[in-house]
C-alpha cells in the first residue's frame, strides 16, 4: 500500500491528468504540450525519486511506480517521458554520481528544469550491451567519443544523457563499457530527428551523434570500465517504472471494457450478463492485479540484488500482460474498439513497443531462464512451498539432468524456462499480496494467476531441443545449420 | 595432455565469444567484467568448453567459476576426473 505522501501525490496527478491530459490530442500533435510537462513539474513529479539533499522528494522506487501507474491510465507518452526520466535518466547520476555532478545538475533534474535521457541502443547494438560501437578514449584532460545511439526517449529536449560508451582499456579492463554525462551543447554532439512511431506518439525518440564529441574526464560517471554493472542496476529501476507505465495503461484498458460491457445491450441483456463476457473481464482483472503486485515486490527490492532478475520478470510479464489486456479490451468493444475515439486503439498502439524496448522480451526470458538455472545450482536443491514451485523446480531440474551444460548452448529451452520463472515469480507475488489484503476478490485473482500459471509452465516444460522440424520448414539443409 | 595445451585451448574458446585476441587473453581476467561477457555467454563458453574436451559437467559444477583461470582449473580438474 502507497504512503499517505505517496497516496495524496497520486491522487494530485489524477486530478491533473484528468483535467490537462488530452492522450488523443498528444498522439495527433505527436507532442506532449509545453505547459503539460510545466505542470507535471510544478506538482513535483520530476524529482519524486531524487535526493532531498538537492531538492528531490527522496521516494522510493515502489513509490514511483504508483505515480507513473497513474500518469499512464491517462497517457503512455507522458508517462514515459516523466518514467524514464525518474529512471533511466536520472538513476546513475543519483547512485554513482560523485559530489560535484550532484550539485550540478540534480536541482534542474529535481524541479524538472532539465529533463534526462538515457542511451545505450545503437544501430547496430540492440540488446547486446557488449558490442557497443560508440567508442571513448582518452585525448589530454579529455575523453573523444564517436559514434551514433538510436531510439533515445526525451531526446529532443533532454538537458542531460547518459550515455554507454566502449572505452578499451579504461579503469583496466580491456573491453569495458562506462558511462559518460553528455549535455546538449557539448561540441561534436547532435541530437538527430525525430522518428516517427507506431505508438507513444507524444514521446519524443531521437537518434544521437558523435562525431569527435570532446568531454572532460569530469564527465565519466562512476568507475571507468564498470558499465556494465552500473547498467545493470539503472536498467533494473527502469524496467520496473516501466512495467509500471504498463499497469495504468492495462487499468484504463480494463476500465472502459467494463463501463461497456455493463452499458452495451446485446441479445436483450447487457453484455456483462454473458458468461463469456464476465470470464474475460475476470481474467483481465487478474492479470492486472498480478502485474501490480509483482511490479510491487520487485520495486521493494530496489537495495537487493535481486532486484536485477525481478525487474526481468516484471518487464516481460507487465508487457506482454498490458498487450494482451488491450487486445481483450479492443475485442470486447467489438467494432467500436476499432475507432480511435475509444482510447483503446492507442492504447494497442502505444503498449506495443514495451515489449520490444528496454530489452527485447525474447532476450530478457534467454537471461531469466539462465539466471533461473545458475541461481538453483548455487542454491543447491530447496524444498518448494506448493505445487507450481514444485512444477518449476521439477522442469529447471529435467533441464539440467538432461542437458547438462549444453542447455547454456540453447536459448529456446532457457526461453522456454524464462516464461515459466515470469509465471511462477507473478503468481507469487499476487498470491502474497492477497493474503496481505485478505481481500476476497484479491485471493480469488491469486487463484485465477495461479491457475493459469500452471498451464504456462506444463506448455513450457513441454519444450524439446530437437528442432529438426524447424529446419525443415526453412529449407535447412540439416538440423542444426545456421545458413 | 600438457598444462599449456589447456589453457591455450580454453583461450582459444573464449577467443570466440569476445572480441578480444587471444595474446590478449589472461588468466586473471574476470568473464564479465573484463572480457565484457554476459550470464548467458559465459555460459554457453562453459558448456563450449565441455563439449570440446568432452567432459561431463553439470550446471552445478560452474556456479562459482567467474575467472578465465577458474575456468582453466575446471577444465582441468574434471580432465583429471576423466582420466581416473
Request: net charge negative.
Amino acid at each position: 500500500m502507497p504512503s499517505d505522501v505517496v497516496a495524496a501525490l497520486t491522487e494530485q496527478t489524477r486530478r491533473y491528468c484528468a483535467k490537462e491530459v488530452n492522450a488523443q490530442a498528444i498522439d495527433a500533435a505527436a507532442k506532449i504540450p509545453k505547459q503539460v510537462l510545466d505542470g507535471l513539474a510544478e506538482l513535483g513529479l520530476f524529482g519524486i525519486t531524487l535526493p532531498e539533499a538537492h531538492g528531490g522528494a527522496g521516494l522510493s522506487l515502489a513509490d514511483a511506480c504508483h505515480v507513473v501507474d497513474e500518469v499512464a491510465r491517462f497517457d503512455r507518452s507522458v508517462a514515459v517521458s516523466v518514467g524514464l526520466h525518474l529512471g533511466l535518466g536520472t538513476r546513475g547520476l543519483v547512485r554513482y554520481g560523485s559530489a560535484g555532478q550532484h550539485a550540478q545538475w540534480l536541482p534542474a533534474l529535481a524541479t524538472g528544469q532539465t529533463i534526462a535521457a538515457f542511451s545505450t541502443t545503437e544501430p547496430g547494438a540492440g540488446s547486446d550491451l557488449s558490442s557497443l560501437r560508440t567508442v571513448a578514449t582518452e585525448k589530454g584532460e579529455h575523453l573523444s567519443v564517436t559514434g551514433e545511439k538510436s531510439y533515445v526517449t526525451n531526446g529532443a529536449f533532454a538537458g542531460l544523457f547518459t550515455v554507454a560508451v566502449s572505452t578499451p582499456g579504461l579503469g583496466g579492463a580491456q573491453r569495458g563499457q562506462s558511462l559518460v554525462l553528455v549535455e546538449p551543447k557539448d561540441r561534436g554532439f547532435t541530437v538527430q530527428r525525430e522518428e516517427h512511431k507506431l505508438g507513444l506518439k507524444g514521446s519524443s525518440t531521437t537518434g544521437l551523434l558523435f562525431e569527435d564529441a570532446l568531454l572532460p574526464r569530469e564527465r565519466l560517471l562512476g568507475e571507468p570500465g564498470q558499465g556494465a554493472r552500473m547498467l545493470q542496476h539503472i536498467l533494473s529501476w527502469g524496467r520496473t517504472l516501466m512495467s509500471a507505465g504498463c499497469c495504468g495503461a492495462a487499468a484504463f484498458a480494463i476500465d472502459k471494457a467494463t463501463e461497456h460491457t455493463t452499458q452495451r445491450t446485446q441479445f436483450g441483456r447487457p453484455l456483462f450478463a454473458l458468461d463469456v463476457v464476465k470470464e474475460r473481464l475476470a481474467r483481465l482483472r487478474a492479470r492486472h492485479f498480478a502485474m501490480e503486485a509483482l511490479v510491487q515486490a520487485t520495486a521493494r527490492k530496489e537495495q537487493d540484488e535481486a532486484l536485477a532478475v525481478s525487474s526481468l520478470a516484471a518487464k516481460v510479464f507487465c508487457s506482454e500482460g498490458a498487450g494482451w489486456v488491450a487486445d481483450e479490451a479492443v475485442q470486447l468493444h467489438g467494432a467500436l474498439g476499432f475507432i480511435e475515439d475509444t482510447g483503446l486503439a492507442l492504447v494497442l498502439r502505444d503498449v506495443r513497443v514495451t515489449r520490444i524496448f528496454e530489452g527485447a522480451n525474447d532476450v530478457l526470458l534467454t537471461h531469466l531462464g539462465t539466471s533461473e538455472l545458475a541461481r538453483r545450482a548455487q542454491e543447491g536443491p530447496k524444498h518448494s512451498i506448493n505445487e507450481l514451485e514444485s512444477a518449476l523446480a521439477d522442469f529447471a531440474q529435467s533441464l539440467s539432468s538432461k542437458y547438462k551444460l549444453r542447455v547454456f548452448r540453447t536459448p529456446r529451452l532457457l526461453h522456454a524456462l524464462g516464461i515459466a520463472t515470469e509465471w511462477v515469480m507473478a503468481s507469487r507475488a499476487a498470491t502474497e499480496r492477497a493474503h496481505e489484503s485478505q481481500s476476497a476478490s484479491h485471493l480469488a485473482m491469486a487463484r485465477l494467476i495461479e491457475q493459469e500459471a500452471r498451464v504456462v509452465v506444463a506448455q513450457a516444460a513441454a519444450v524439446s531441443a530437437d528442432d529438426s522440424l524447424f529446419h525443415q520448414v526453412l529449407g535447412l539443409e540439416r538440423p542444426g545449420a545456421t545458413s | 595432455m600438457t598444462q599449456p595445451t589447456i589453457e591455450t585451448r580454453v583461450i582459444h574458446l573464449i577467443s570466440q565469444l569476445v572480441p578480444v585476441k587471444s595474446q590478449d587473453i589472461k588468466p586473471e581476467q574476470r568473464l564479465r567484467d573484463d572480457l565484457g561477457m554476459d550470464s548467458v555467454s559465459s555460459m554457453e563458453l562453459l558448456s563450449m568448453l565441455a563439449e570440446d574436451f568432452e567432459l561431463d559437467v553439470g550446471v552445478e559444477d560452474v556456479a562459482d567459476v567467474h575467472t578465465v583461470a577458474q575456468t582453466i582449473e575446471l577444465v582441468k580438474v574434471f580432465l583429471a576426473k576423466k582420466a581416473a
